[in-house]
């Protein structure tokens, strides 16, 4: 029996000091091309003139998404990758975090904008995101990477903290997305020259769930949890800096639109720096060693 128990604690410690992240070949070159093609995509989103074909406040919202790809999403990627490159534990979180808001977005570019000449690089985007995350969940030693934080996380209060986000965009969608269901021309449609609204569809389908799933699985501490849950924190931060940007160019694109208002940019502003707070209490707890 004793000998069985001082096993089982020397596994624990030899697999709490292997390596969180075991990076394969494709992994890097996956996660490369995504930065080159994002950011290029973002780039000429966001400054090539007439390159966009929709109404002027869908325009601008986009040129401000494409101005937080390249401006948050593009450096924390690149970042990442150098850092687990270098062994580093707490880039693998930043690097899925980046890559899920990149899959997010690339989505939007696809289906909120009309079909224009990037449609190609908006498609390379989205492919390389979502096999970059694939790759990246894959190469993720789960179970070492909770041992570095199960006991140091305070994960209930990030659990909980990441359900009243889900709970709260739920709600937010489906009070306008339920009465919409009975109207022939839905209002949140006007003025945006979409079918219908691609943002409503993911969050509802996928990231929402997503959100959901990761808090129970940190609430129960299991160790998928930790790795989910930390990478929907640092998607949240990027995400709320996003919509800072792109509700400021969408507004100022066009004061009179109703889906889109430079006023909004400053709460969520806000929204992101109360973000950053649980992200470094999360950050801060895990051992690096």
Do not use: H
């Not at 899920?100 to 904008?113: D, K």
């Not at 209002?187 to 996928?206: H, K």
């Amino acid at each position: 029996m004793s000998t069985a128990i001082a096993s089982s604690a020397v596994a624990r410690a030899v697999q709490a000091r292997g390596p969180v992240v075991r990076p394969t070949a494709a992994l890097y070159r996956t996660s490369v091309a995504l930065a080159a093609v994002a950011a290029g995509a973002a780039a000429l989103t966001a400054f090539v003139p007439g390159v966009l074909r929709g109404t002027a406040v869908m325009n601008g919202s986009a040129r401000g998404t494409g101005l937080a790809v390249l401006f948050v999403a593009f450096p924390c990627l690149v970042a990442s990758i150098f850092g687990v490159s270098r062994g580093a534990v707490r880039p693998a979180i930043s690097w899925l975090g980046a890559a899920a808001f990149i899959l997010y977005n690339s989505v939007l570019f696809l289906f909120a904008t009309p079909f224009n000449s990037l449609f190609l690089i908006y498609v390379g985007t989205f492919a390389l995101a979502f096999w970059t995350l694939v790759l990246l969940l894959r190469a993720v030693d789960v179970e070492s990477f909770a041992s570095r934080v199960a006991t140091r996380v305070p994960a209930r209060g990030l659990a909980a903290y990441l359900a009243v986000i889900a709970v709260l965009i739920a709600a937010a969608w489906l009070a306008v997305v339920i009465p919409a269901l009975f109207q022939r021309s839905p209002s949140f449609l006007v003025g945006t020259g979409l079918t219908t609204n691609p943002i409503y569809a993911q969050d509802l389908s996928f990231w929402i769930p997503m959100v959901g799933v990761s808090a129970v699985l940190l609430w129960r501490r299991k160790a998928w949890g930790y790795v989910l849950g930390g990478g929907m924190l640092v998607y949240f931060v990027i995400e709320a800096l996003s919509i800072a940007v792109d509700q400021w160019m969408g507004g100022t694109a066009d004061p009179t639109s109703s889906v889109a208002s430079a006023t909004l940019a400053p709460v969520f502003l806000v929204v992101a720096a109360v973000g950053l707070i649980p992200l470094v209490i999360y950050f801060r707890r895990i051992r690096s060693e």
